[in-house]
């Protein structure tokens, strides 16, 4: 409500519009997530990603999971994640969180790419490494349904090893609606039967 969204407000008021900025991109982490994946995301080094996270988490913006843990792990509460998905395209944060937004689809997918080459060798190991992220992998799917992120003609090697983990990691139904938002995302070529992006 409007009492809720008043708060979320004033704990938005860092002392520095990086942060602000940091808070918006790293809204797109569906679940923990470590200092160097936070790193890639925000297109920063490790250190400067690690002070940024700790300015937050001294703002009681994000938490961090277990202080124990050889790496730690942050998490950012899901009412500041709302608000901060909330105001991303607002003029001030627009850039910032779409250039984060490709390096979040970037990474994951690249380390999907990775998984799927255990699918057929080593499933269990594969499994175990979709699933212990699954939140973010499924999310960077979600973005390549999206005409912006998709794109054929890719490497034929890759594109198999993405539909060969699609077809391992995700439900028939899930399945299904992903290859269908492909294929609308696709022509073939009358002229050299290849498969294109469909622009427009």
């Keep these: 409500g409007s009492g809720e969204k008043s708060v979320m407000h004033e704990m938005f008021r860092l002392p520095s519009d990086i942060l602000k900025e ?12 470590s200092a160097a994946t936070a790193a890639v995301i925000l297109g ?17 913006i994000i938490s961090v ?21 909330s105001i991303k395209n607002d003029e001030q944060f627009v850039k910032s969180y779409r250039k984060a937004r490709k390096r979040f689809y970037d990474h994951f997918m690249s380390q999907m790419k990775m998984i799927a080459g255990f ?8 499994f175990n490494m979709f699933t212990s992220d699954d939140a973010n992998y499924k999310f960077a799917i979600e973005i390549s349904l999206e005409p912006e992120f998709f794109s054929v003609p890719g490497k034929y090697h890759e594109n198999n090893l993405i539909v060969s983990l699609v077809n391992a990691m995700l439900s028939s139904r899930k399945r299904r609606e992903v290859f269908s938002s492909w294929a609308s995302l696709c022509r073939v070529d009358t002229e050299t039967g290849k498969q294109c992006h469909l622009i427009g």
């Design 22 to 33: 940091s808070v918006v991109s790293i809204s797109l982490f569906c679940g923990p997530f």
């Design 44 to 60: 920063i080094s490790l250190p400067e990603a690690v002070a940024q996270l700790e300015g937050l988490e001294t703002s009681a």
């Design 65 to 85: 999971q277990n202080r124990e843990a050889k790496e730690l792990m942050y998490d950012i509460h899901p009412l500041l994640k709302k608000y901060a998905e």
């Design 119 to 126: 699918v057929d060798a080593n499933f269990v190991e594969a």
